[in-house]
Each structure stands twice: as C-alpha cells, then as structure tokens.
C-alpha cells in the first residue's frame, strides 16, 4: 500500500522506524505485552466500514478515481 507518491517515503519509514522499534520492542517484552502489526488484516473491517453509513460512505470512496485525470 502506497500511501505518498514519494521514492525516498519508505526508505525513510524504515530509517525512522529503526530509531524506535528496538526500544518499543523491549518496552513490551518487559510489561509482558503483544504487540500489534503494522498493518491491519485485510479481512476485517473498520468499525466505521461495518455500520450502514460507514458502508455507504465507503462505496463513495470507492467509487472515487484514485489519480483524477
């Protein structure tokens, strides 16, 4: 998933990331907690996708081009 249209945007995610990740990690390993991904599951939906508003809204977005001509 892209989400700048930027070449150097993961590159510095993943630089930036490294700065705190390996202190995150520990953090949870010593409070005994699980950390979530990054990334949601692709399966479950948003609480907002899941009302009838919220599946509304969505097929607006859907329906919007992604790059306007």
């Keep these: ?4 249209d930027d070449e ?3 590159e510095r995610l993943i630089e930036f990331r490294s700065t705190y990740e ?3 990690t520990g953090l949870a390993e010593y409070l005994l907690l699980t950390l ?3 990334l949601p599951s ?6 907002w996708q899941n009302s ?3 599946r509304s809204a969505k097929r ?3 329906a919007v081009p ?3 001509a």
């Excluded at 692709?42 to 609480?47: H, K, Q, R």
């Design 22 to 24: 390996p202190f995150l």
């Design 8 to 10: 150097g945007a993961e």
């Design 66 to 68: 992604s790059k306007p």
């Design 1 to 4: 998933m892209l989400i700048v």
């Design 60 to 62: 607006l977005v859907d």
């Design 52 to 54: 009838p508003r919220g």
């Design 36 to 38: 979530p991904g990054w």
């Design 42 to 47: 692709p399966l479950v939906l948003d609480n």
